[in-house]
């Protein structure tokens, strides 16, 4: 993978992790919250990258996981008010069911199809919260009458943590030996079935972990904004999001979805005096990144071999 | 009545689709290339002619001109600067290369739809059709655009298949399309025939773009449904087959139209949907699929 | 695809939140709270389709607090904007509210023309006590919500006319205009299927056969909807005399298509894009003959503070101010009346103080509904307060046809439409 060890990754990405949790003594809540986000965003593309990175499954609709955490969590808060943890539980329980519903027709297929099949399971998503507005606020999305805390400095500890938690336990599987089947079922699987390994039941467990981390992060990012809708957790643009995150960061690296999520959005921000061309070009780096440097940022940062 | 009306819509809307479905199939059938800007590139086609209208104030003509040109130029890049140096790289795995493909793509349609947006707001758009009026045809009346709609994609249909079955280069193509490595025993350039291909899928595109454009109408919101329903409907045909494609977009457009008539518009899109989920399941390479 | 209803209307529509205050905050902002200045938050997509008229608008805008400061300001403190891009967005908005209490201290926040973006900041208002006022948006939820939850949510105002005030409206103008001029009797309700209109339709079913229109079906039409011919061809099998409409998100494609199909039926109500002076343009012209309400008109005096307005920010932009344009400016000018009367910052003291408002601005007069009606710190409508306008697309002009009083011009239809007997 690259000139660094196992262990050494992590002792750096502690030490990473320690430095930004002693941001709020000096940076702004702005920026503060403008991390927050971000590292959700990078729980989200760590978890796409595992389903992608190592089983090789393109999926294009991460935010169905997502959304189906976020608005059950968000549902459970509106009609019965139960702990803000029990909601959260809730949603990151519902989005395993979710991902285990998709998963079963979606890994008889292979390929483009796979994709087909996570993009229609987004638009039927997005279908039915959008119609059934009266129990999930429609298209307007849905306002819960709790959040986690209003404290910029506590929502980021929080969000920090949970990041670098998941962090930890997708990247430790992702180098575990369940990984390393993965890994192989994802390149070839005919081999890795020929050498005796359940390709399909390791892609579902796969798919089981990729959907309990987004609907764990996607519910407390409903319970730090206070609000969830179609346009911020489900629609595909926010799913396109997600894939170049990992993408841009490194496809199987797993720690690479922080580095991107991270990357896009201080980009974003940086370039938000040039209004909405900002996307444009933030997009058009990640375009140069996949171009040039398909190991991506992880990629650079370790000069993995990929990078050239 | 309602049912020559739901014969001469649903005619019209399986042309359009099959017009652009077609362009989606014939790249991916001869170059293995699932392009996800497709949606987008069609929209540009749109905007060019829209803009060539409203800030050059250009006539119908001129602006259908400019838009099938600008169409035609951007798949065009699309193939120069994202694909062909993916289908290249070196640093690129082989089988992961569809993938990465896919994702830049992907990318490079977005691109295309925030600069639309940022140029032009996400306002919908249209084109103003060259042919105006209404006719009658056993009692409906019918906008004569939607007649020439129909008439100028069976007119492409038809070119495109003269020339791939009538032409020395279209049979090259035809037969890359089966067997790439067949072709260059043959010494013919296989890079020619993949510029040859992308140069037809660009026509294609244009022209179904500013068709569409002067149909229906499109914004920079329609860019990822105009690319997973030229997906869906190839999908159903089966990757690879352009008759199967052509076939498919009948069988989605009429789908379309008889649920928005018979039943009702707001569930337009649904039974083409089931029918893709079984199809996948029961019959994954779809009609005439071959790979 | 799915998207917040109203979002990007259109290009002036969206940004002229500004103009009631906007300003580069780089030039402007000072360091924490001082007692020299009131600071007012702005939010809006400052960026992005419509920056090309948001800087311009920017500078307009200065004129309206200038001239409250120039005047000696609000007891002898200042009017200060600080403005926040949300790209329309309610995650950001969220964030960028939580920075503008917290970190800016602002006093009061004008936000949203976009009803997702209310929703969302509404509970933020209480949690954070901050004023909220928007110059936009038609959700009746917001106002219900403040209904049921009135001393956490008593912060927000809704500046602009909820979805029900609007069917009302449009009812007041369809009675002048069609039933006692064009002796109609039938109509058919056509609308977006999305959150605003499902009071709107409700209330549309409920006053159009008070003013003597029968209401022969409703009609409800995905956002999504790229082809509307099988709806024209439904709608025009029941031969009504006019389609009632609810439109926002869609816009151009329907009314294109209208044309193109020589539908003969007329279209009369809500149709949000064609407020914006370039839907002329943006449908080739086949808008011809449609009317759309709204609350402001070229050349319509609704008020004395009207057209001075207008013609001012004409002068300086080219180009007329969206409905949001109207109600921002407003705004700023009662914010400040409401901070002299409550004699202080304290929000409590504020919302006091707002709920009090009796504001003659450019689109009506402004007063708001009290704690006990279902609607509190909604608009109030009516010949006294805010009626509205009746417009109708003619030769590529906008033309005011209602209240009589300010119409410059009569109904005039397409070719293909036929009026009154049988279609």
């Given at each position: 993978?690259?000139?660094?060890?196992?262990?050494?990754?992590?002792?750096?990405?502690?030490?990473?992790?320690?430095?930004?949790?002693?941001?709020?003594?000096?940076?702004?809540?702005?920026?503060?919250?403008?991390?927050?986000?971000?590292?959700?965003?990078?729980?989200?593309?760590?978890?796409?990258?595992?389903?992608?990175?190592?089983?090789?499954?393109?999926?294009?609709?991460?935010?169905f996981?997502?959304?189906?955490?976020?608005?059950?969590?968000?549902?459970?808060?509106?009609?019965?008010?139960?702990?803000?943890?029990?909601?959260?539980?809730?949603?990151?329980?519902?989005?395993?069911?979710?991902?285990?519903?998709?998963?079963?027709?979606?890994l008889?297929?292979?390929?483009?199809?796979?994709?087909?099949?996570?993009?229609?399971?987004?638009?039927?998503?997005?279908?039915?919260?959008?119609?059934?507005?009266?129990?999930?606020?429609?298209?307007?999305?849905?306002?819960?009458?709790?959040?986690?805390?209003?404290?910029?400095?506590?929502?980021?500890?929080?969000?920090?943590?949970?990041?670098?938690?998941?962090?930890?336990?997708?990247?430790?599987?992702?180098?575990?030996?369940?990984?390393?089947?993965?890994?192989?079922?994802?390149?070839?699987?005919?081999?890795?079935?020929?050498?005796?390994?359940?390709?399909?039941?390791?892609?579902?467990?796969?798919?089981?972990?990729?959907?309990?981390?987004?609907?764990?992060?996607?519910?407390?990012?409903?319970?730090?904004?206070?609000?969830?809708?179609?346009?911020?957790?489900?629609?595909?643009?926010?799913?396109?999001?997600?894939?170049?995150?990992?993408?841009?960061?490194?496809?199987?690296?797993?720690?690479?979805?922080?580095?991107?999520a991270?990357?896009?959005?201080?980009?974003?921000?940086?370039?938000?005096?040039?209004?909405?061309?900002?996307?444009?070009?933030?997009?058009?780096?990640?375009?140069?990144?996949?171009?040039?440097?398909?190991?991506?940022?992880?990629?650079?940062?370790?000069?993995?071999?990929?990078?050239? | 009545?309602?049912?020559?009306?739901i014969?001469?819509?649903?005619?019209?809307?399986?042309?359009?689709?099959?017009?652009?479905?077609?362009?989606?199939?014939l790249?991916?059938?001869?170059?293995?290339v699932?392009?996800?800007?497709?949606?987008?590139?069609?929209?540009?086609?749109?905007?060019?002619?829209?803009?060539?209208?409203?800030?050059?104030?250009?006539?119908?003509?001129?602006?259908?001109?400019?838009?099938?040109?600008?169409?035609?130029?951007?798949?065009?890049?699309?193939?120069?600067?994202?694909?062909?140096?993916?289908?290249?790289?070196?640093?690129?795995?082989?089988?992961?290369?569809?993938?990465?493909?896919?994702?830049?793509?992907?990318?490079?349609?977005?691109?295309?739809?925030?600069?639309?947006?940022?140029?032009?707001?996400?306002?919908?758009?249209?084109?103003?059709?060259?042919?105006?009026g209404?006719?009658?045809?056993?009692?409906?009346?019918?906008?004569?655009?939607?007649?020439?709609?129909?008439?100028?994609?069976?007119?492409v249909?038809?070119?495109?298949?003269?020339?791939?079955?009538?032409?020395?280069?279209?049979?090259?193509?035809?037969?890359?399309?089966?067997?790439?490595?067949?072709?260059?025993l043959?010494?013919?350039?296989l890079?020619?025939?993949?510029?040859?291909?992308?140069?037809?899928?660009?026509?294609?595109?244009?022209?179904?773009?500013?068709?569409?454009?002067?149909?229906?109408?499109?914004?920079?919101?329609?860019?990822?449904?105009?690319?997973?329903?030229?997906?869906?409907?190839?999908?159903?045909?089966?990757?690879?087959?352009?008759s199967?494609?052509?076939?498919?977009?009948?069988?989605?457009?009429?789908?379309?139209?008889?649920?928005?008539?018979?039943?009702?518009?707001?569930?337009?899109t649904?039974?083409?949907?089931?029918?893709?989920?079984a199809?996948?399941?029961?019959?994954?390479?779809?009609?005439?699929?071959?790979? | 695809?799915?998207?917040?209803?109203?979002?990007?209307?259109?290009?002036?529509?969206?940004?002229?939140?500004?103009?009631?205050?906007?300003?580069?905050?780089?030039?402007?902002?000072?360091?924490?709270?001082?007692?020299?200045?009131?600071?007012?938050?702005?939010?809006?997509?400052?960026?992005?389709?419509?920056?090309?008229?948001?800087?311009?608008?920017?500078?307009?805008a200065?004129?309206?607090?200038?001239?409250?400061?120039?005047?000696?300001?609000?007891?002898?403190?200042?009017?200060?904007?600080?403005?926040?891009?949300?790209?329309?967005?309610?995650?950001?908005?969220?964030?960028?509210?939580?920075?503008?209490?917290?970190?800016?201290?602002?006093?009061a926040?004008?936000?949203?023309y976009?009803?997702?973006?209310?929703?969302?900041?509404?509970?933020?208002?209480?949690?954070?006590?901050?004023?909220?006022?928007?110059?936009?948006?038609?959700?009746?939820?917001?106002?219900?919500?403040?209904?049921?939850?009135?001393?956490?949510?008593?912060?927000?105002?809704?500046?602009?006319?909820?979805?029900?005030?609007?069917?009302?409206?449009?009812?007041?103008?369809?009675?002048?205009?069609?039933?006692?001029?064009?002796?109609?009797?039938?109509?058919?309700?056509?609308?977006?299927?999305?959150?605003?209109?499902?009071?709107?339709?409700?209330?549309?079913?409920?006053?159009?056969?008070?003013?003597?229109?029968?209401?022969?079906?409703?009609?409800?039409?995905?956002?999504?909807?790229?082809?509307?011919?099988?709806?024209?061809?439904?709608?025009?099998?029941?031969?009504?005399?006019?389609?009632?409409?609810?439109?926002?998100?869609?816009?151009?494609?329907?009314?294109?298509?209208?044309?193109?199909?020589?539908?003969?039926?007329?279209?009369?109500?809500?149709?949000?894009?064609?407020?914006?002076?370039?839907?002329?343009?943006?449908?080739?012209?086949?808008?011809?003959?449609v009317?759309?309400?709204?609350?402001?008109?070229?050349?319509?005096?609704?008020?004395?503070?009207?057209?001075?307005?207008?013609?001012?920010?004409?002068?300086?932009?080219?180009?007329?101010?969206?409905?949001?344009?109207?109600?921002?400016?407003?705004?700023?000018?009662?914010?400040?009346?409401?901070?002299?009367?409550?004699?202080?910052?304290?929000?409590?003291?504020?919302?006091?103080?707002?709920?009090?408002?009796?504001y003659?601005?450019?689109?009506?007069?402004?007063?708001?509904?009290?704690?006990?009606?279902?609607?509190?710190?909604?608009?109030k409508?009516?010949?006294?307060?805010?009626?509205?306008?009746?417009?109708?697309?003619?030769?590529?002009?906008?033309?005011?046809?209602?209240?009589?009083?300010?119409?410059?011009?009569?109904?005039?239809?397409?070719?293909?439409?036929?009026?009154?007997s049988?279609?």
């Amino acid at each position: 993978m690259g000139a660094y060890s196992t262990s050494r990754i992590l002792l750096i990405a502690l030490g990473a992790i320690v430095l930004a949790s002693l941001l709020p003594l000096g940076v702004s809540g702005y920026i503060l919250g403008l991390l927050t986000i971000a590292y959700y965003f990078g729980v989200f593309a760590m978890a796409w990258d595992l389903l992608f990175g190592f089983a090789g499954e393109v999926n294009f609709g991460p935010t169905f996981l997502i959304g189906t955490g976020a608005y059950t969590a968000g549902i459970l808060d509106n009609l019965y008010q139960p702990p803000i943890w029990i909601c959260i539980a809730a949603g990151a329980f519902a989005a395993v069911i979710g991902g285990v519903v998709l998963a079963l027709p979606a890994l008889r297929v292979r390929g483009p199809y796979f994709g087909l099949t996570t993009l229609v399971a987004v638009l039927i998503l997005q279908n039915f919260i959008v119609v059934d507005a009266s129990l999930t606020g429609g298209e307007i999305g849905l306002t819960v009458p709790d959040v986690i805390t209003i404290s910029d400095a506590r929502n980021y500890e929080i969000a920090l943590w949970f990041m670098a938690i998941s962090g930890a336990i997708l990247f430790a599987l992702a180098r575990s030996p369940v990984g390393l089947i993965l890994q192989a079922s994802g390149q070839d699987a005919v081999q890795a079935g020929a050498l005796g390994f359940n390709v399909t039941k390791h892609k579902l467990t796969a798919f089981i972990i990729s959907a309990f981390f987004s609907g764990l992060a996607g519910a407390m990012l409903v319970f730090y904004f206070g609000s969830a809708s179609v346009g911020t957790l489900v629609d595909i643009t926010v799913g396109v999001q997600i894939i170049i995150a990992a993408v841009l960061g490194g496809r199987r690296t797993i720690l690479g979805g922080v580095l991107g999520a991270v990357f896009l959005i201080a980009m974003s921000e940086a370039l938000r005096p040039i209004g909405d061309l900002a996307n444009f070009v933030v997009f058009a780096m990640a375009l140069i990144v996949v171009l040039l440097f398909p190991g991506g940022l992880f990629g650079l940062l370790t000069r993995s071999r990929e990078n050239g | 009545m309602l049912f020559w009306q739901i014969l001469i819509d649903g005619f019209a809307i399986s042309s359009l689709y099959a017009l652009g479905a077609t362009g989606f199939a014939l790249i991916f059938g001869v170059s293995g290339v699932l392009n996800l800007s497709h949606g987008a590139l069609m929209v540009a086609a749109v905007v060019a002619a829209w803009a060539a209208g409203d800030q050059l104030h250009a006539g119908p003509y001129a602006g259908a001109g400019l838009g099938v040109a600008v169409g035609f130029g951007a798949t065009l890049l699309t193939y120069f600067l994202i694909v062909r140096p993916l289908q290249q790289s070196r640093k690129i795995r082989e089988e992961e290369k569809e993938i990465f493909i896919l994702t830049a793509t992907l990318l490079w349609g977005i691109m295309i739809q925030e600069l639309i947006a940022y140029l032009y707001t996400n306002n919908a758009k249209t084109v103003a059709p060259i042919v105006q009026g209404v006719v009658r045809i056993a009692g409906v009346r019918t906008p004569s655009n939607e007649i020439f709609t129909a008439v100028v994609c069976w007119l492409v249909i038809g070119v495109l298949w003269l020339l791939v079955n009538r032409t020395r280069a279209g049979k090259a193509v035809l037969a890359a399309s089966m067997n790439p490595r067949g072709v260059t025993l043959l010494g013919i350039e296989l890079s020619q025939i993949y510029i040859a291909v992308w140069a037809i899928y660009g026509a294609l595109v244009g022209i179904a773009g500013v068709l569409l454009g002067m149909f229906l109408g499109v914004s920079s919101y329609s860019v990822g449904p105009l690319t997973a329903s030229a997906f869906s409907i190839v999908v159903l045909g089966g990757l690879g087959s352009v008759s199967g494609a052509l076939i498919a977009a009948y069988v989605v457009g009429y789908l379309e139209t008889l649920t928005a008539y018979l039943v009702s518009p707001a569930y337009r899109t649904i039974p083409a949907l089931l029918l893709l989920v079984a199809v996948m399941y029961v019959r994954p390479r779809g009609l005439l699929g071959r790979r | 695809m799915t998207d917040p209803n109203k979002r990007r209307h259109g290009l002036r529509l969206v940004l002229a939140i500004a103009i009631a205050g906007l300003f580069a905050a780089s030039a402007w902002a000072q360091d924490g709270v001082t007692d020299k200045t009131i600071r007012i938050g702005m939010f809006g997509p400052l960026t992005g389709p419509v920056s090309i008229y948001g800087y311009p608008i920017n500078d307009g805008a200065i004129a309206a607090y200038k001239a409250v400061n120039d005047a000696g300001g609000i007891n002898g403190r200042k009017i200060e904007i600080v403005t926040y891009d949300n790209h329309s967005s309610a995650a950001e908005s969220v964030r960028a509210f939580q920075r503008a209490a917290s970190e800016d201290h602002v006093n009061a926040v004008i936000a949203s023309y976009i009803s997702e973006v209310v929703l969302a900041l509404e509970p933020w208002t209480g949690r954070l006590k901050t004023v909220m006022v928007t110059p936009g948006a038609a959700s009746d939820v917001i106002t219900q919500n403040i209904a049921k939850d009135y001393d956490n949510l008593k912060y927000t105002f809704h500046g602009y006319l909820t979805s029900t005030s609007l069917s009302d409206l449009v009812c007041a103008a369809a009675k002048d205009l069609l039933v006692n001029q064009l002796h109609m009797k039938t109509a058919v309700v056509m609308s977006e299927d999305a959150a605003w209109t499902t009071p709107l339709d409700a209330e549309y079913v409920k006053c159009l056969p008070q003013i003597g229109l029968q209401v022969l079906d409703h009609i409800r039409v995905s956002p999504d909807t790229t082809d509307f011919t099988p709806i024209f061809n439904k709608i025009e099998g029941e031969k009504p005399d006019v389609m009632i409409t609810g439109i926002s998100h869609v816009g151009v494609q329907p009314t294109a298509q209208w044309k193109q199909q020589e539908v003969p039926i007329p279209m009369f109500g809500i149709s949000s894009q064609a407020t914006n002076s370039s839907f002329w343009n943006d449908t080739n012209g086949a808008v011809e003959g449609v009317l759309y309400q709204a609350v402001s008109g070229p050349d319509v005096a609704v008020t004395p503070k009207t057209l001075p307005f207008v013609n001012a920010f004409k002068a300086k932009y080219g180009n007329f101010p969206s409905y949001c344009g109207y109600t921002a400016y407003d705004e700023v000018y009662y914010l400040a009346d409401a901070f002299k009367r409550a004699g202080s910052t304290d929000p409590d003291k504020l919302v006091d103080a707002l709920e009090k408002t009796d504001y003659v601005g450019t689109i009506g007069r402004v007063q708001f509904k009290g704690k006990d009606s279902p609607n509190p710190h909604a608009l109030k409508v009516g010949p006294d307060t805010i009626t509205g306008l009746m417009l109708q697309w003619q030769d590529g002009k906008q033309t005011n046809l209602w209240p009589a009083n300010v119409a410059n011009g009569k109904l005039k239809f397409p070719k293909f439409i036929k009026i009154g007997s049988t279609n």
